[in-house]
């Protein structure tokens, strides 16, 4: 008797650290499924007496100033997925869009040849924490009519910035049902 009760505590114990493990494992997860991320495309437009546009720096080096369409043609509500990809020389920030955001960004990449399309994104540092001002983290200009929705940019951001981007972007798409969405 003595011997299947130790061995019933034994396995027991070892149901319970499981499930302790299990437990803060998921917690976890939970947090980051709760990290938002932001991101709005501008297009670029010549400057307008009538407080229709506003000038942007783009580029922390070096900076660039673009003047832009006071409200953005794209937003997060519009992503499907975001993910980051290899690039010659380091990475890139690539986004497919929603069928209305595909649509859309390609009546503005067919309408917009020559011009470029300015990047602004917010992130959340952490899980819960407050999310931050933001940064312009691009501006690549449009070299051709883009039909598929896929825009894919290098940003002026580093590494781990952008992948707190893809994983709020990300999660904003599964919050939204866009991310679920299929292709027609």
């Known amino acids: 008797m003595m011997i299947r009760r130790n061995r019933f505590n034994i396995y027991l114990a070892i149901c319970l650290a499981g499930c302790l493990i299990a437990g803060c494992a998921t917690s976890e997860e939970k947090k980051h499924e709760k990290q938002m991320g932001r991101i709005q495309l501008y297009a670029e437009s010549n400057p307008d007496p009538m407080g229709r546009t506003k000038e942007v720096q783009v580029y922390r080096e070096r900076p660039v100033t673009f003047t832009v369409a006071r409200d953005p043609f794209l937003s997060e509500a519009s992503v499907k997925h975001a993910e980051i990809v290899d690039a010659v020389g380091g990475f890139a920030l690539r986004i497919e869009f929603d069928k209305q955001g595909t649509w859309l960004f390609e009546e503005y990449t067919a309408a917009s040849r020559g011009k470029h399309i300015v990047v602004f994104t ?63």
Do not use: C, M, Y
Request: no cysteine; net charge negative.
């Open 122 to 184: 917010q992130w959340e540092d952490q899980p819960g924490s407050k999310v931050s001002t933001g940064r312009w983290l691009a501006a690549p200009s449009i070299q051709k009519h883009v039909a598929d929705g896929i825009f894919i940019f290098t940003p002026d951001a580093s590494r781990e910035e952008v992948e707190k981007i893809v994983l709020g972007l990300n999660n904003v798409a599964r919050e939204r049902g866009t991310d679920t969405e299929t292709k027609w």
